[in-house]
């Protein structure tokens, strides 16, 4: 038991080790991987991410126009960003935090017309 002593004491005058989270967070590391986000204006529907994703969290819908994201499923690789051909995803430094609903990322998606060159 007295072996323990100057540890307690050292616990007793040391900083804390750990941080009060929802009030504290802790800044991003340089090369972080976070949120994933779309320029809808240069997105083109063709659903490349979507395929390329390794968890299936993207959702993608010519038809209808949209691209959708279920960032709870994500693990945030980036490999959809990696492999879009107009670059319109990025990845942010910044973690999605605890929510408490579930919720999915929608995008309407504008569709590009082709123009017959005259």
Known sequence: MF???????????RKKATRPYPKTRRNPFDKARGKISIDPQECILCSICARKCPVGCITVSKKEGFWEL???????????????????????????????RKFTQ???????????AT
Request: proline share 9%.
């Open 70 to 100: 279920d960032p709870l499923a994500c693990v945030y690789c980036g490999t959809c960003v990696q492999f879009c051909p107009t670059s319109c995803l990025t990845q942010e430094k910044t973690q999605h935090y605890p929510v408490p």
């Open 3 to 13: 072996n323990f002593t100057p540890v307690i004491l050292k616990n007793f005058t």
């Open 106 to 116: 929608k995008s309407k998606v504008e569709k590009k017309l082709k123009s017959k």
